[in-house]
Each structure stands twice: as C-alpha cells, then as structure tokens.
C-alpha cells in the first residue's frame, strides 16, 4: 500500500450547519396574499388594522389547504452537511440550489462520523422499523471504519490531484459521508411539505420517517423560521404538520 | 330590454397597476450562491471584498446561461389589470399568485379601454404582422362599443346579483375586459423569463410580439427591478434578454 | 342601440367537453419506480410477477405520501369550457397547457349558460356556504341575462372585427362565459391533486368547494382516469383522496 | 488494517445505462397542441391532413421558443449510473425521479473507472479550460487507486452490515463513483434543457462544458428520441440546440 501524503486537516464531524442568510418571510405576508380573495386592492392596507384576525385566518387557510398565500415569501439558507443528505434535499424541487462544486474546486477533507446518540441499529423492515441506540462496540467498529476509510479515500484524492489528475475525476473516491456547501432559497409552503417530510413527529397527521441526518437540517431550517412567521408555524403544527 | 339599475361608479381605464410590495434582490445575491461552487463557505463572505469582480462573474454567468444564481431572490408585486391579461400572466407557471376572487366578493365595475395610442390593426399574418395605428372612426368605434357593453354587462350582473343569484354564476357576464388584482412573488430569472416573452425589443436575440397590455405591466414590472440589480439587469441586456 | 350583424351560430352550452387525447399510464408504472427503492434495476422485471402484492404497495405509498412514483406516467385531454374555468384551470402549475388563443383566430360564440340543475343561491358566508337551487325566476332571469348580454357582446366584438380592429383589441368585451379549447396533459399525481381541490366529496379528509363548472371538468377526467389506474384510484379515496 | 470480508462480486464499470422503457411522444403531439391556438378543436383532426406543413410549423415553434407545445409528451428511461451523476441529474427540477435506496436495501458493490479513453487533464481554469488525455501513468494511477478505495470502502460497509448497522449509515463510507439505478420521467421540452446544458457541441449556440459521464447518459437519452420525434429534433439542432 502507498505512503499517505500528508492531510493534515482532516476534520470528522457529527453536526450539520445551517445558517440564515436572509428572510423576507412574515405572517403578514400570507394574510395580505389570502385577503385580496375578497378585498382586492385594499388587501395591503387592512393588514396591519385586522391584525387580531390573522390568527384564524391563517389557521383556516391551513386547515383547509389553501396553500398559495403561503408562497409570498422567501428564505435563504446555507447548510453544511454531508453529500448523502444533499442528495435527499435536493429532491426537493420546489426550492432553488447552488452547491459548491468537486469539478470546480478541491473539497476539502471534512468528513461525517455519527455522534454517540446516534441511533445505529435498525429494527424490523421496511415500513414498520423504528431505530434503536447502537452497542458500544458497533458505535467503536462504526467510528474507526469510518475515519480509516475517509483517510484513504481523501489520500488517495490527494494523489491523484497531486499527478495532475481532473477533480472532476478524482474525486469519484470521496465518499458520500464528505460535507458540501449549499444555498438553498424556498418559500414558507415548500418550507412546511420539507419539515412535513423531513422531521418525525409522533403527532403528525402523516408521520414521516427521515434518516436522522437531514432531520438534524430540517430542525435548524424550522428554529430559524418559526420565530419569523409564529401564527404561520402554530397553524402548522394544529393542522397536524400537512402542508397546505 | 330593461331598465339599468343604478351603477354610477363605472370606470374605464386604459392602464395598468404596478407596484412593488417588497423585494429581497441585490446583484450580491447572485453573487454569493454562484462563488460558492468555488469558494464554499467563504463566498458569503467574500462577496463585499470582490465586488469589483462581480459584473464580471455576472455576465459570465447570464451569457452562459447558469441560471440557477439569479434564483436566489424575491419580487412580490401587486398587479392590477383586465382579466385578459391575467389569463396569459399566469401561464407562467415558476411564480406564486393570489387574485382577487369573482365568487368571494362582488367585482367592481372597472374595465379596460384602449388609450388612443395604442395600435389597433393588426396588419400580416400570424407569425408575420406588425401593429399599426387605428383610423379615428376605429378608435370611435372601439371606445363606443367597450363602454356601451361593458355598461350593459355590469348592469345585468348587478341584477342578477341583486335578485340573489349568487356571484360566483352572475359573473359568467362580465367581459375578459374587467380588472382583476392580484399578488405575484418571483425570483429574477423568472422574471428575466417573463420580461423575454412580455417585452418586444427590436435588439433581443428572440424577438418576442407580446401583446400591448401584458406589456405595459411587464415594462413597469421591470423598471421597479432593474435599480434593485443593476449589474444583473446590464447584463441581461448584453445577452440579447435570453433569460439564464 | 346599433343594429345587430348576423350572428346566425351563437351556441348556448350548459356542459363541459372532456376527451381522453391519449394515456400513458398503468398502475404497474406505480409499482416499477417504487421498487426501485429496494430492487434497483430488478424493479421493472418484477412488475408482473409479484402483481398480487402492487395493490398493497400502492396503499402504502399513498397512505404515507409517498407522492413520486405516481408521476411516471402522463396524461393528455382535450377541454371545452367557458373561459371562467379556464381561469382557476390553469392555476394548477404541474401541468402542461395549450390554448386556443384570441390573438390569433376569432373566437367562436359559444357561450355559458347554467342547466336548470345548477344551485345558483349560495347561503351563508365564505367559508361556510352552501349551495340552493335557484328558484324558477332566477334561472329565467339568469338565462334571459346571459343570452342578451352574450348575443350582444359577440355583435359588439364581431363590428370591431369588420371595422378591422385587432382580434386581440375587440375581444375584450367578450365574456368570461365564451368557451375555449386547450390540451392539458398531466402525471397521475398532479390530477389527484386536481381532484382533491376540484371535486367535492363529503367523505374527504380535507373537504374542497369547487365551482360547479370546473367539477364538472374533473369529475369527467376522473372518469378517464380510474379504469387506467383502478389500484391507484382506489387507494386515492381510501386515503380521504388526499394527494399523495 | 481488519481483514477482508469476502466481496467476490465486485464490479468496476466504465460505461452508463440507459433504456427507454417507455414513450409517448412523437413530432404529431406537437403539432397538435400548438394548432389549437388558431384552430381550436379541429387542431386533432387536422394533424394528419396538414403533416406536410408540420415540419415548417415546428421548425418556427423552436426558433421563437414558443415551449409549450413540446410538452405534451412523456419519455421514461431506466438509468444506471455513479452517484455522482445522479447528483448532477436530480438538480433538473422539471422531472420525476425514482431511486434505488441506501436506506431501503444494501447498495450493491458497483463503481465507475473512467476507460482509457477519458480525459483526465483540465487544463486552463474555470470558463476557460479544456480537456487533454490523460498519460499512461496517470491512467494506471487512476484505475490502480480507484480500484482500491472502492474495494476498500465496500469491504468496510460489509463489515459495519454484519455487525448489525443500519444501512443507511454504514453507506457513508461508499464513493460517489458506487452505481445506482433511478426512473426518470420527462417531456422533450425538459429532455432538450437537459441536452442543451449535458452535451457538448462546437455548434452550440451557447456552448455547455457537461462532465463526460452525464454526457455519455444525455448522448443515450437523444439517441432513443431522436427517432420518436424526429422533425423535433432536427428542429432543435436548427436552433443552435437552444431548448424553446
């Protein structure tokens, strides 16, 4: 087996980031969009003088899935995490992406291993399964495996950059465990059908089963928005977390 | 025929209704999401200190036609103009809409008339014409006609309304000609799409033959957006207004 | 009043023309892009032999939304409805749509007119309304109202088409009544979503308020959809047809 | 370093797969849906009569991007490519995707060597490089560490499975070079976007610089099309390859 250049930086982590760039995301926003239904062209100004009725207008407007009012926003944000769960969020379509790139750039050697707490063993099958703490001894073989096999495989990136090798070719060693960089920029009502999907609650009207990993994305993306639309996320969570 | 009840607030316009509710949309944001195939985490940051380069990543990225970049943003405009015009706006299908509603609320009696300047013959076969200026006795005649139906449209929706008919069927009288508002939120390539197809340009590399009255609401659409991204919109423009 | 010109073909219509242009979609389309999941390139070779077991597969998905393997499969109709239908139509984004356009041929007078069977008392306010027959008075008032308005709105555009004036000009005093055509093909889960917004059933989970006219569309494209698809249809109601 | 598992059926690929498995889509669709904005309901029944004018009318449809009516249409292909790809692929919104799953099953030891004939060298820098051919040694090099890191990594998945791992975390260790199997479903509207931005052609209009893999999966798609609708896609070629 070749010598290993030298990495030094190799970084393992257990955690996602996810950080607001930018929001233009109120629950005004969904009440002046739902109002001109019936209101026309004084929808805007009635908002701030009606303001004690938003609450049931948007409770109503979630219950009964009326879902466009909800589009008259945007967030932006910037996660960092694992290839394997960018390859689960950017199934999302209604959503707007831009990835930092392996042909472009030498990724950088940052690589996920599971956190003590993560669940390891999977119970039962497909459809019925729950997921059950791992023994010491699997956490122990999961860890060392994980760090043995992204050293090699970024040393072995390294070298083959090093002969003058494409990134773009070089790089089909990484694996999925590696972080990338992303912008994502959606709106409130595609916010809501991702944490529909992407969170497991025990009350929701269609429970949702995510792999931990993006869930840990999912919770982040929700703590930042549900203080910017606070009757919007009540509405949510009382209509059983189904997007409208 | 029976006498009109009594609708005294008829209006006939010849204009269209265009403002700017909120924007989140700088050339910056374009910046940032495109740096990060490049950059990664740092292209947030590096957006302010390389400003001078961002024209030029700008038009890179407009003439070769990487759009997702310019999604990264949001637009939400109030719009007010005849139903005729609705009907092609909303066959743009990448934007959010909210309209004023036929069966939740009694339309008013607005209605769309042609100003004097605008071109009423249209000369040539589909594919081919050109629009030309319309004789006195045309514009007479289109302006005695319009108010004369649109009077006697709205007359008979307001009786079978009030002989409790309900909105939602007394409307099916009301001409194509009636304004309509409503909420549309997008992002600036979709916008860029919408301004190719509803503005004609003599110099755009697909010469697009809208029609007059989604024009005027594209035209001011665009002079609200242009300020807001500057570089994006020069650069738009050197690219012949091929949406990226 | 102006004398009228012959308009000797002005058609009153109370129904709504649905044709099934062409299909492309099994219930084993269903079963072959879920497989994949879990057999991978076995998936579509498994389709017959385990017929028995799609049915309960097809629950499933739809049971727990898992909406995308109901998209593989597409759908094109032909439509005949007042332009007022057309409207809340093409509000439904995931599909495709071409129409019949104003600009470039003169439109037909064909026109809308309710059936004695259309409610026209809606009782109570937004959100609690139902639906009463009219009495005889209002359905001949209604009747009287519309075939005047009607014949004389199409006379009206029909001088402005004599005198030269631009289709897309004169047409503006049609009515929202006048039918136009238009293809629209769409996948199996966007027309379930259709329906569940479109027809009103009691027994639903989330309960929809369609406008007659447009219920009267989704209920005939129903009709073409079910024996195509009868496991998928099937397992639609008896998720409370909510759109998986 | 752990002992090998036993892994006998290990396979490196070089190659892509793609099958249609099945189509609905020919020129005649076309033609038919854009003839129903000057025809009407005649547009059907007079594809056939006027199939000597469909060549001209489509040429004329994709040379002033009128898309529409190239959407009523439907391609399913059964693909097998390297992650890496798929992450490529799935970043086209306007398309069904289905998926093997590492959630759901165990990913089968297959992975990507680029052949002889693939470029390795880059040479030049971002918007402005070209690819060169690879030395002897950097092939060697190529295929001698790829084949290593990915025998390496499966052996390790294998062993984190059989001591009871869930499989959605024992993946992380696999490269994105591991094949996987997805459906895709698209109309010739989005399969064109996808050509214009995934094959590269001198004569481009606007010249795209796709990874080779994708390509060699976009060079498969346009061959099992372009007989279905081939006036479309001469027409598309005609136009500098520039969707409509």
Redesign the interface.
């Known amino acids: 087996?070749p010598e290993l250049p030298d990495v030094p930086e190799i970084e393992f982590r257990s955690d996602v980031?996810v950080e607001l760039?930018?929001?233009?995301a109120r629950d005004e926003?969904v009440v002046?969009?739902?109002r001109?239904?019936?209101?026309?062209?004084q929808?805007?100004s009635d908002v701030a003088s009606e303001a004690e009725r938003s609450a049931g207008l948007i409770r109503?407007l979630m219950r009964?899935?009326h879902g466009?009012?909800f589009?008259?926003?945007?967030l932006?944000f910037?996660v960092?995490a694992?290839?394997?769960v960018?390859?689960e969020f950017?199934?999302h379509?209604i959503a707007?992406?831009?990835?930092?790139?392996?042909?472009?750039?030498q990724l950088?050697p940052v690589f996920?291993v599971?956190a003590r707490e993560?669940?390891?063993?999977?119970i039962g099958k497909?459809?019925h399964y729950t997921?059950e703490p791992?023994t010491d001894?699997?956490h122990e073989?999961?860890t060392s495996?994980?760090r043995?096999?992204?050293t090699?495989?970024y040393a072995?990136y390294q070298?083959?950059l090093d002969?003058?090798?494409?990134?773009?070719?070089?790089?089909?060693?990484?694996?999925?465990?590696?972080y990338?960089?992303?912008?994502v920029?959606l709106?409130a009502r595609s916010l809501m059908n991702f944490l529909s999907?992407r969170t497991h609650r025990a009350d929701a009207a269609?429970p949702?089963h995510p792999?931990r990993e993006i869930e840990m994305c999912a919770e982040q993306m929700e703590a930042f928005w549900r203080p910017l639309m606070p009757l919007t996320a009540a509405a949510f969570d009382a209509a059983g977390r189904v997007a409208p």
């Open positions: 087996m980031t760039v930018k929001a233009s926003d002046f969009a739902a001109v239904s019936t209101k026309g062209e929808s805007l109503y009964d899935r466009s009012p589009e008259h926003n945007s932006t910037f960092q694992p290839i394997f960018f390859r950017q199934r379509r707007s992406y831009n990835e930092e790139s392996g042909r472009y750039r950088r996920y599971p993560r669940a390891l063993q999977q497909a459809g997921f791992g001894e699997q073989l999961v495996e994980m043995r096999v992204y090699e495989a072995s070298r083959m002969a003058g090798v494409a990134r773009e070719v070089a790089r089909a060693v990484l694996p999925v465990a590696t990338s960089s992303m912008y920029t709106n999907l269609f949702s792999q």
